[in-house]
């Protein structure tokens, strides 16, 4: 499992992703599931993947094939829109293959999801949510993002806290934070936490910055955010009708 968490803010765009895989308890691995994806001062797309990982890795190797040896591809598309299409029909190409080559799906869950974000020159930035059937939907103003994978521990802090005009670097404390109720509550996610944040019409190369367990500041905010969930608790009072 994983959990991937993309917003499209006032100030631009933020995407965080675990880098945790695992086939039972005795295969866990790390992997990158931020991919990168950029003309400097043209276009900037960042792509994170959850799901199978041999789907994940395909779709994202065609991508950067296509990219470097056609010039078509995501370096080609003239809007975050005909990307996102772009890469729908690339993980419907993958499945479509890999099912075919085996003859019988064999209870074997091929299934993928995307999160893609970015700006490319002449429009705002933009953030999609990709099905694994390939299909679509969009950010807007009254949801500004999306999380994939294991999304139900860390939704509730994003609810109470992100709208889009939250400052980016509230959103990545409040998105860490999310990060940390989720390792909590999953062990099938876990550190380290690829981060990266694009402001609106930068077009400068982004700088990913990766979380990992002895990160002093990622161990202060998760040591103060369970202190202060407590000292609210003790303070909550008892209802009327407790010891009836």
């Not at 499945?95 to 893609?116: H, K």
């Not at 940390?180 to 062990?187: F, H, K, M, Q």
Request: hydrophobic share 35%; charged share 20%; proline share 5%.
């Amino acid at each position: 499992m994983t959990y991937c968490v993309a917003m499209a803010l006032e100030q631009g765009l933020l995407f965080a992703s675990d880098s945790r895989t695992n086939a039972g308890v005795d295969h866990i691995s790390t992997f990158s599931k931020m991919h990168l994806f950029e003309v400097a001062g043209e276009r900037q797309l960042v792509l994170l993947t959850a799901g199978n990982l041999a789907t994940t890795q395909s779709v994202v190797s065609l991508l950067r094939q296509r990219w470097a040896h056609d010039g078509i591809g995501l370096r080609g598309v003239s809007s975050l829109y005909d990307a996102a299409l772009l890469i729908g029909d690339t993980v419907r190409e993958v499945i479509a293959r890999d099912v075919s080559e085996q003859g019988t799906t064999q209870g074997i869950d091929y299934g993928a999801s995307f999160l893609l974000g970015g700006q490319i020159k002449g429009e705002q930035p933009r953030l999609f949510n990709i099905y694994p059937q390939g299909n679509f939907i969009e950010s807007s103003v009254e949801t500004p993002y999306f999380q994939i994978g294991e999304s139900k521990y860390g939704k509730p802090i994003l609810d109470r806290v992100v709208q889009f005009s939250t400052p980016l670097n509230e959103a990545l404390k409040c998105t860490l934070i999310s990060f940390d109720s989720t390792i909590r509550s999953n062990l099938s996610v876990g550190l380290p936490i690829d981060t990266l944040t694009c402001k609106r019409d930068a077009f400068v190369p982004p700088k990913p910055y990766r979380v990992t367990e002895t990160d002093p500041y990622f161990n202060q905010i998760r040591k103060s955010w369970g202190r202060g969930l407590r000292k609210v608790f003790t303070q909550l009072p008892d209802g009327a009708w407790f010891e009836r």
